[in-house]
C-alpha cells in the first residue's frame, strides 16, 4: 500500500499557505580578496548561530536577509581563504564590504584559534555536545558505530558474536530509547534498528550533535534518553573531490569518494560513494566460528542544495545493499563425517531513502520563517541464522511543517507544527507472519522564553497513534547563565516509542533460544529527569571546561526482553514492576599546551528492570566507565596524534546456571579496558593515517556457548558484553582536491 493516506497533500497545502510574503529586509554585500582587490564569486555568507545562509554570485555580490536580533555576527568562508566574521551592530543602510585574505598570504607571524574536536555547549538551552569533523578523523570512523570512541556519553558495543551488528547505549540504556536522526529527520528506525549504525559511512558526516535527555517537543516524541543527529557534509562548502582510502590489519578494505558540482552561484550537487569490502575468514579464538562475517557493501547518496535569499531547498536520495556472510568457518566443517550441518548466517539488507527539507524566512519580517521537512523510506531485510529465517520489508514516511517566529521584540520564540508518520511492517519469523500498518498524526507547540540570565523551552505535542491511541508528551528545559562561561540546566520530560521486538533484539537469533511472547506488545513509555553545570575557566594559563550532570528515566510501560527465566527462552512481556536508569557523568577538558589536549570522563549507571517479579540490574550494562583522552598536534598542523583509553567496570551477563556446567557463562564480566591511537601526518592535499584499534586485545575469548553444536539446545551467541576481537592496526589516506582559481 502506499505509505501516505490521501489527507497529507492537503495538510502539505495547508502549511504552505502560511508562506504569504510581502517586502524585504535584507542585506547586501560584496566579497573581494585581499590580495588583488578582486571579487570573489561562491563565497558562503551565514549568520553566526542560525542557518540563514547564502552564497556570493558570479560578480561577488550577496543578498541575506537581516537576523532576527542584532547586533549579529556575519560570517564569510571561502575554500583558500581564511574565514571573515564581521560584527554588525545595526540594520545597515549600503552594501556591506567582506575582504578575505588568501591562506598562506601572511610570511611573519600566524595567529591561529585552534578549535576543539568536542565542544561542550554553554549557548543551547539543552545539555549538549558536539562532534565535529576533527573529532570524527580522530579514529578511522568508516561508519557511525565507530564514531563515539572518544566520547563518554555513547557506548558502542558487538550485539552478538557472528552477525557483526553494533548497539548503542546512551544514558544506560539501549539506542533504541535515544532518537537517531539526520538533520533532524527520523533515520535509524524499525527494520534498521538492528543495522542501521553500520549503514552510515563516517565520512559523510559533518558532526554529530548528542543531546541529553527528553529532547524538545519539535524533533518528536521517541527521544526518551536523548537525540543523537548527525550533520551531513553540505554540497555548497565541499571541495570539487574527496578521495579516502581504508584497510585494516583483518583484510577490511573500504573506499570512500565524494564529487562536488557546483550548479550556478547558489546550488550545488554532491554525490557520496562508499564500499566496503571484507572477505577474511577470521576466527581468532578459534571456536570454529567467524568472529566477524564476510561483508560486501555499496552505499550511494546524491545530495542537492539551494541556498539564496532566505530560501534553503535540499534534496537528497540514497540506496545501500549489505549483505554479510558468516557462521561456520572452514575449518568447522572439516570435522568428523557425523559432524553437523554449517551453520550459516545470511544477512541482507536493501535499502532506498529520500530525505527533502525546504524553508525560507519570510520577506516583509525576517522574523518569522517557515519549514517543511520530508522523509520516505523502504526497506528490505532478509536474514538467516541457521535453520532461524526472518525476513522484514519496511515502508515508511514522514512529513513535518513548522513555522517558528520571534516574539517580544526577539527575546523569545515561538515555534508550532504538524507532523504525521506512516509505517507499514511486514515480517515473517520461522512460519509466523505480522504486519502492522501504523499511523501517526501529531501536533506541537514549543515556546522559549528569555528573563535576564534564565532561558526556558516549554513544549507539549501530541500524537494519536492508529493502534495505542493518542499520548501527550510535554517537555521543559531550563538554563541559567550564572556567568560568562557557566551554566546550570534542568530538564524534564515524556517520551514514548513503538516497539519491534523482533529487530530490535534480533543478536538472540543467533541461539537456539525459544522466542515466547506472553502478551501483546504495546508502547514504551518514560519520563526523563536531568540537571547539570557547566563551567569553563582559565586557570595556571590553562583553558578548562568542567561539566557534571545526571539523569534519571523512569519507564511507565516498557516491554521487556527476559533473558534470565531459562537459557533456552527469550521471553516477551509487558513490564510488571519498576524499571529505571540512572546516570551520572563528569567532564574535564583542559588545554595543557597550545598542541596538547586532555580529555577525562567518568560516568556511573544504576540501571535496573522487574524480570519476573524481581528487580534485577540490566545486563551487559557495566556501572562504570573511564576515558582518558589524549590529542596532540604540531604547531604548523601537518602532524597529529591521538591516544584514548577507555575501562570498563565488571556487568552482569544473564543467568546461565540452568545449563549443564560446560555449557555456563560466569555471573559477571571481568573489567577491562581498550586502547586505541592514531597518527596522521598532513602534506599538502594529502592526509595520511595510521592506527590500531584495541591495542590491548581485550575483550572475550569465549564468546560462544556450545559452538561445537550449533544446533543443539545450549548453543548460544548472544551473550556478548565486551570486543569480540583482538588489536587490529588499520592505515589509509585521504586526498582533498581544492579548487586553484575561483570561476570567473
Known amino acids: 500500500m502506499h505509505p501516505f493516506p490521501n489527507r497529507v497533500p492537503l495538510l502539505v497545502c495547508l502549511l504552505w499557505s502560511l508562506s504569504t510574503t510581502a517586502q524585504e529586509a535584507l542585506v547586501r554585500g560584496i566579497v573581494r580578496s585581499a590580495a588583488d582587490g578582486g571579487t570573489l564569486p561562491y563565497a558562503t555568507v551565514v549568520w553566526s548561530g542560525t542557518v540563514v545562509a547564502t552564497s556570493s554570485d558570479s560578480?561577488?555580490?550577496?543578498?541575506?536577509?537581516?537576523?532576527?536580533?542584532?547586533?549579529?555576527?556575519?560570517?564569510?568562508?571561502?575554500?583558500?581563504?581564511?574565514?571573515?566574521?564581521?560584527?554588525?551592530?545595526?540594520?545597515?543602510?549600503?552594501?556591506?564590504?567582506?575582504?578575505?585574505?588568501?591562506?598562506?598570504?601572511?610570511?611573519?607571524?600566524?595567529?591561529?584559534?585552534?578549535?576543539?574536536?568536542?565542544?561542550?555547549?554553554?549557548?543551547?538551552?539543552?545539555?549538549q555536545e558536539q562532534l565535529g569533523v576533527k573529532e570524527l578523523k580522530r579514529a578511522a570512523c568508516c561508519d557511525l558505530s565507530e564514531s563515539f570512541e572518544t566520547n563518554a556519553t555513547v557506548d558502542a558495543s558487538f550485539s552478538d558474536a557472528i552477525s557483526g551488528s553494533k548497539v548503542l547505549r546512551m544514558l544506560g540504556l539501549d539506542g533504541k530509547y535515544a532518537q537517531l536522526s539526520v538533520e533532524n529527520l527520523p533515520f535509524v528506525r524499525g527494520l534498521s534498528a538492528s543495522s542501521g549504525l553500520t549503514l552510515i559511512p563516517g565520512t559523510w558526516i559533518?558532526?554529530?550533535?548528542?543531546?541529553?535527555?527528553?529532547?524538545?517537543?519539535?524533533?518528536?516524541?521517541?527521544?526518551?534518553?536523548?537525540?543523537?543527529?548527525?550533520?551531513?557534509?553540505?554540497?555548497?562548502?565541499?571541495?570539487?573531490?574527496?578521495?579516502?582510502?581504508?584497510?585494516?590489519?583483518?583484510?577490511?578494505?573500504?573506499?570512500?569518494?565524494?564529487?562536488r558540482q557546483r550548479i550556478g552561484p547558489h546550488a550545488a550537487n554532491l554525490l557520496l560513494v562508499h564500499g566496503n569490502w571484507f572477505n577474511t575468514e577470521m576466527d581468532q579464538n578459534r571456536d570454529g566460528f567467524m568472529d566477524m562475517p564476510r561483508t560486501r557493501r555499496i552505499n550511494v547518496m546524491d545530495r542537492f542544495m539551494h541556498a539564496r535569499e532566505g530560501r534553503t531547498t535540499q534534496v537528497a536520495v540514497r540506496h545501500v545493499e549489505d549483505i554479510r556472510e558468516g557462521g561456520s568457518t572452514f575449518m568447522h566443517l572439516e570435522g568428523p563425517p557425523d559432524h553437523h550441518a554449517p551453520y550459516v548466517v545470511d544477512i541482507r539488507n536493501a535499502m532506498t531513502d529520500l530525505l527533502a527539507k525546504h524553508g525560507f524566512v519570510f520577506r516583509n519580517d525576517a522574523t518569522r520563517s517557515l519549514g517543511f521537512v520530508t522523509a520516505l523510506r523502504r526497506h528490505h531485510l532478509t536474514a538467516r541464522f541457521g535453520e532461524r529465517r526472518h525476513e522484514g520489508l519496511q515502508l515508511s514516511g514522514?512529513?513535518?511543517?513548522?513555522?517558528?517566529?520571534?516574539?517580544?521584540?526577539?527575546?523569545?520564540?515561538?515555534?508550532?507544527?504538524?507532523?504525521?508518520?506512516?509505517?507499514?511492517?511486514?515480517?515473517?519469523?520461522?512460519?509466523?507472519?505480522?504486519?502492522?500498518?501504523?499511523?501517526?498524526?501529531?501536533?506541537?507547540?514549543?515556546?522559549?522564553?528569555?528573563?535576564?540570565?534564565?532561558?526556558?523551552?516549554?513544549?507539549?505535542?501530541?500524537?494519536?497513534?492508529?493502534?495505542?491511541?493518542?499520548?501527550?508528551?510535554?517537555?521543559?528545559?531550563?538554563?541559567?547563565?550564572?556567568?560568562?562561561?557557566?551554566?546550570?540546566?534542568?530538564?524534564?520530560?515524556?517520551?514514548?516509542?513503538?516497539?519491534?521486538?523482533?529487530?530490535e533484539n534480533a543478536a538472540v537469533l543467533a541461539s537456539s533460544r525459544r522466542v515466547v511472547v506472553e502478551n501483546e506488545p504495546g508502547l514504551e513509555r518514560a519520563w526523563t529527569f536531568g540537571a547539570g553545570a557547566l563551567h569553563k575557566f582559565k586557570w595556571i594559563e590553562r583553558r578548562w571546561a568542567v561539566g557534571l550532570d545526571a539523569?534519571?528515566?523512569?519507564?511507565?510501560?516498557?516491554?521487556?526482553?527476559?533473558?534470565?527465566?531459562?537459557?533456552?527462552?527469550?521471553?516477551?512481556?509487558?513490564?510488571?514492576?519498576?524499571?529505571?536508569?540512572?546516570?551520572?557523568?563528569?567532564?574535564?577538558?583542559?588545554?595543557?599546551?597550545?598542541?596538547?589536549?586532555?580529555?577525562?570522563?567518568?560516568?556511573?549507571?544504576?540501571?535496573?528492570?522487574?524480570?519476573?517479579?524481581v528487580l534485577r540490574e540490566r545486563p551487559f550494562t557495566p556501572p562504570h566507565r573511564g576515558l582518558v583522552d589524549l590529542a596532540w598536534a604540531s604547531p604548523n598542523e601537518?602532524?597529529?596524534?591521538d591516544v584514548s583509553v577507555n575501562l570498563f567496570s565488571r556487568s552482569r551477563i544473564p543467568w546461565t546456571?540452568?545449563?549443564?556446567?560446560?555449557?555456563?557463562?560466569?555471573?559477571?564480566?571481568?573489567?577491562?579496558?581498550t586502547l586505541h591511537a592514531q597518527v596522521t601526518f598532513i602534506w599538502r592535499a594529502w592526509e595520511f593515517?595510521?592506527?590500531?584499534?584495541?591495542?590491548?586485545?581485550?575483550?572475550?575469548?569465549?564468546?560462544?556457548?556450545?559452538?561445537?553444536?550449533?544446533?543443539?539446545?545450549?548453543?548460544?551467541?548472544?551473550?556478548?558484553?565486551?570486543?569480540?576481537?583482538?588489536?587490529?592496526?588499520?592505515?589509509?589516506?585521504?586526498?582533498?582536491?581544492?579548487?586553484?582559481?575561483?570561476?570567473?
Not at 225 to 238: A, S, V, Y
Not at 444 to 466: C, H, K, W
Not at 711 to 738: C, E, H, K, N, Q
Request: proline share 7%; glycine share 10%; hydrophobic share 35%.
Open 206 to 259: 559533518h558532526a554529530i550533535n548528542l543531546s541529553k535527555g527528553a529532547g524538545t517537543a519539535v524533533n518528536g516524541p521517541n527521544a526518551i534518553t536523548g537525540q543523537i543527529d548527525l550533520c551531513l557534509l553540505n554540497p555548497l562548502d565541499e571541495p570539487p573531490l574527496f578521495v579516502n582510502l581504508y584497510g585494516n590489519s583483518q583484510g577490511r578494505a573500504e573506499a570512500n569518494v565524494h564529487a
Open 59 to 127: 560578480t561577488g555580490r550577496f543578498t541575506l536577509p537581516l537576523p532576527a536580533t542584532l547586533p549579529a555576527v556575519l560570517i564569510t568562508r571561502l575554500v583558500g581563504f581564511s574565514t571573515d566574521t564581521l560584527l554588525v551592530p545595526a540594520a545597515p543602510t549600503g552594501e556591506l564590504g567582506i575582504t578575505l585574505r588568501p591562506v598562506g598570504q601572511l610570511k611573519g607571524v600566524d595567529v591561529v584559534e585552534r578549535t576543539q574536536g568536542t565542544t561542550l555547549s554553554t549557548r543551547s538551552i539543552l545539555s
Open 551 to 613: 539523569y534519571h528515566t523512569r519507564f511507565t510501560t516498557q516491554l521487556v526482553a527476559d533473558l534470565d527465566r531459562s537459557p533456552q527462552l527469550l521471553v516477551f512481556y509487558m513490564l510488571d514492576g519498576p524499571s529505571y536508569a540512572t546516570s551520572v557523568l563528569a567532564d574535564v577538558q583542559v588545554e595543557l599546551s597550545r598542541t596538547l589536549d586532555l580529555k577525562l570522563s567518568y560516568r556511573w549507571y544504576d540501571v535496573a528492570t522487574t524480570y519476573d517479579g
Open 657 to 673: 546456571t540452568a545449563n549443564p556446567e560446560p555449557y555456563r557463562f560466569p555471573r559477571r564480566s571481568p573489567a577491562y579496558a
Open 398 to 503: 514522514y512529513v513535518s511543517g513548522i513555522y517558528q517566529q520571534l516574539a517580544r521584540g526577539g527575546k523569545d520564540q515561538l515555534k508550532a507544527g504538524l507532523s504525521l508518520q506512516v509505517d507499514d511492517f511486514e515480517e515473517t519469523f520461522q512460519d509466523s507472519s505480522f504486519a502492522r500498518n501504523e499511523v501517526m498524526p501529531g501536533l506541537f507547540t514549543e515556546y522559549t522564553l528569555q528573563a535576564g540570565d534564565v532561558a526556558v523551552v516549554a513544549g507539549v505535542r501530541a500524537d494519536r497513534n492508529s493502534w495505542y491511541g493518542t499520548v501527550a508528551s510535554p517537555r521543559l528545559h531550563a538554563k541559567w547563565d550564572i556567568g560568562p562561561l557557566t551554566v546550570a540546566r534542568a530538564s524534564v520530560g515524556h517520551g514514548f516509542r513503538s516497539t519491534n521486538p523482533l529487530v
Open 638 to 641: 601537518r602532524w597529529r596524534a
Open 689 to 744: 593515517y595510521l592506527g590500531g584499534e584495541n591495542l590491548t586485545s581485550a575483550g572475550q575469548t569465549r564468546q560462544i556457548i556450545a559452538p561445537e553444536d550449533p544446533y543443539g539446545p545450549y548453543f548460544d551467541a548472544s551473550l556478548i558484553w565486551g570486543p569480540t576481537v583482538g588489536a587490529m592496526i588499520y592505515g589509509g589516506l585521504r586526498y582533498t582536491l581544492r579548487p586553484t582559481k575561483n570561476p570567473s
